[in-house]
């Protein structure tokens, strides 16, 4: 397949095609923090009862082990209830997962719910990943050590995950297919999840609870409802599923019913339906209503979400007053029902995993470095009073609370102790050309986006920058005309004369060098840095290409730019590794020398521990400490300090800080012993 050169006719019906996604995105899906909750009107439920009864099929009804009957679980012929709390491996590193589970067991749970992240095992089509990343890649190992606890394990293994993780948990390769349409029953993307459920099931299915594992439901799909209707595609992917050795119970969860009004209904032929839902008051009370009206079902919030997440340049989110809380949870326990919190430990979205929503008046946000959720366990996987409400909820109601083996436990875990390791001063840095020399060099004719580099035997490039390079001669003016995603810096021989993002004109941007920098010399170098914030992780998710989308033009030419350099800065380990060891390293100058590669050495005493960066005094960027990329920073908040786990530290020899900053450095970083002060 070859890579499409996208020209502004292309951009022009992209926007097009996103103008329309973004209005049946708000006509068909509720923003939860921002719509008012209209309840369908009584008839309208009863139509779709009706319907489910003239319907060509009977309710479904559990093949596996967890099964069901008159709205009661059952598990070895008992009646069972689910106390679950989601906790995803791809966020936690592994040497935090046992006191996670401990934590979890102590709180009166006896199930962990994850999903797995299709595009953190397959970052390159046709290479599969489980084990690395310091570990977190290892979901088999999660759930064995989940096992080991004595915890049941529910697995949510998408092929679309939402999670506000980068593209849903979509691979961007994907996108190389031009007619890509994905969640769909297009026959590229149905290629590409039975590939991936061909690797992904046989690695765990030893695990299910018919084979003596831990793991007792699985998740078709995520949410489907609020972006299709289409039942057979789920149909679909459940078939594809049992043949790769699913056995145990299905299940699809939703957070509102007026997809089964568009013709979702048929799916409660095929899986167990659950609902996702934070106040009973908007909305969550109709979707307990509605599951009970279906009769054998049982009751089970999937999602019961327990906080929110953050976006870059917005607030902090806030919370749920505790009364409201205990208010929520006991009518739902009072119920009968089970529940799984979401999160019940959020984590850390590492590296450049982070996702982002589109929202009807703010447009484009993506979501922070850290995950905290404001969960009962925070980012570092402290308790906390939102823990203990909870705790002291669920002792109430262990009746049929069983675990895989062993209790409930009487004692809950201390909290670690976090460290302050003080201050260190800026050493170093490496030139932002000295950086370029490392990274591959594409010679193309056209602007090409992430996806469509001809990189890694054909997936493109999935995250982090692109810079274009063009030579030019004396210029006064450059006009750029399309989409640009995310966030571009434009520099002229080196120095930034103009920075965007998606807040500014979609489909044109114009610079007018003359005023805006001095020019006079014959040959000029244009460079355009792009960087991707965040794949979208709802929709629209066809058009989720990174990059320039477009052309550029000078000094009022209708002829476009041609014959680019492209850098793809994706940081990934080959690249990382020689840029660490480069020999170029310099003195800091007495100027900002930004766009550069920032550098310090720092020790620590006695076993390392968990603590908090600040990125006060800092612009934008990514940071790595002993290799590892924590993720981003940006000074537009809220999020100031990231989370540095003490795993990823050494106290033998000195620790490493790399900083990539893209304006404006600072001259020292500070180590705090607690998270950002909101």
């Not at 590193?93 to 934590?103: A, D, G, I």
């Not at 297919?177 to 149905?190: A, I, W």
């Not at 409400?389 to 875990?413: C, D, S, W």
């Amino acid at each position: 397949m070859k890579p499409i050169q996208i020209k502004v006719k292309h951009v022009v019906r992209l926007v097009i095609i996103l103008f329309i996604a973004v209005i049946i995105w708000f006509a068909g899906v509720p923003s939860f923090r921002h719509q008012k909750f209209v309840p369908m009107p009584q008839n309208e439920i009863q139509k779709i009862y009706k319907k489910i009864k003239d319907g060509n099929g009977k309710l479904y009804q559990s093949e596996g082990s967890l099964r069901f009957k008159n709205r009661q679980f059952y598990l070895d012929g008992k009646p069972f209830r689910i106390f679950s709390g989601a906790f995803h491996y791809f966020r936690v590193l592994p040497q935090y997962w046992n006191e996670t589970f401990l934590k979890m067991k102590a709180s009166g749970l006896n199930t962990v719910e994850t999903y797995v992240a299709w595009n953190f095992h397959e970052e390159i089509k046709g290479s599969f990943n489980f084990v690395g990343n310091k570990g977190l890649l290892n979901v088999r190992e999660f759930i064995e050590t989940a096992k080991s606890h004595g915890l049941f394990v529910i697995l949510r293994p998408g092929p679309y995950i939402c999670a506000e993780w980068e593209f849903g948990g979509l691979p961007s390769w994907l996108l190389r297919d031009t007619e890509m349409k994905v969640r769909s029953n297009y026959e590229g993307y149905l290629s590409g999840v039975d590939t991936y459920f061909a690797h992904l099931i046989p690695h765990i299915q030893h695990l299910q609870y018919a084979k003596g594992g831990p793991i007792i439901a699985f998740q078709i799909e995520n949410e489907f409802g609020s972006y299709s209707v289409d039942v057979e595609h789920l149909r679909k992917l459940k078939k594809m599923m049992k043949k790769h050795g699913v056995v145990e119970m299905f299940f699809t969860s939703d957070p509102q019913i007026k997809s089964w009004k568009n013709g979702l209904y048929p799916i409660a032929y095929e899986a167990l339906p659950t609902v996702n839902f934070k106040s009973l008051d908007e909305g969550g009370q109709e979707l307990v209503d509605f599951i009970e009206g279906l009769g054998e079902f049982p009751l089970f919030v999937m999602e019961y979400w327990t906080g929110w997440f953050d976006e870059w340049g917005g607030e902090h989110s806030s919370d749920m007053e505790t009364p409201k809380l205990k208010e929520i949870l006991t009518k739902l326990l009072d119920s009968g029902a089970s529940i799984n919190f979401y999160m019940f430990r959020g984590g850390t979205n590492f590296g450049f995993m982070n996702g982002a929503k589109i929202y009807h008046k703010h447009g484009y946000k993506p979501v922070v470095t850290s995950y905290d959720y404001m969960a009962p366990l925070s980012e570092a996987g402290d308790t906390t009073e939102k823990y203990q409400v909870i705790r002291e909820l669920l002792m109430k109601y262990q009746e049929n609370v069983r675990h895989f083996h062993g209790a409930t436990l009487k004692e809950i875990p201390e909290n670690k102790e976090k460290a302050a390791y003080g201050t260190f001063p800026i050493n170093t840095y490496l030139s932002f050309e000295d950086l370029l020399s490392e990274s591959e060099k594409i010679e193309s004719k056209m602007i090409l986006t992430m996806e469509h580099l001809t990189l890694y035997h054909g997936s493109g490039q999935n995250y982090g920058y692109i810079l274009y390079r063009k030579i030019l001669p004396k210029t006064k003016t450059i006009n750029i005309k399309g989409i640009m995603q995310d966030r571009m810096q434009v520099f002229w021989n080196g120095k930034e004369i103009a920075a965007f993002d998606w807040t500014e004109n979609l489909y044109q941007i114009h610079l007018d060098l003359m005023t805006d920098i001095n020019i006079d010399e014959k040959e000029n170098k244009l460079d355009l840095l792009v960087e991707n914030l965040g794949r979208v992780n709802v929709r629209p998710l066809n058009e989720q290409f990174k990059g320039i989308m477009g052309e550029v033009f000078t000094d009022g030419s209708k002829e476009e730019l041609k014959d680019w350099v492209i850098y793809p800065l994706d940081f990934r380990s080959q690249f990382l590794n020689s840029v660490w060891i480069h020999s170029h390293y310099k003195q800091l100058p007495n100027f900002d020398p930004s766009p550069a590669l920032y550098s310090a050495e720092f020790d620590i005493e006695g076993t390392p521990k968990d603590t908090y960066l600040s990125m006060e005094g800092w612009t934008k960027g990514i940071v790595f400490i002993n290799s590892f990329n924590l993720g981003r920073y940006w000074k537009h908040g809220p999020q100031q300090r990231l989370y540095v786990p003490g795993s990823i530290l050494q106290n033998k020899k000195a620790n490493t800080i790399r900083i990539f900053e893209q304006k404006k450095a600072g001259k020292e970083v500070v180590f705090y012993n607690s998270p950002t002060p909101y």
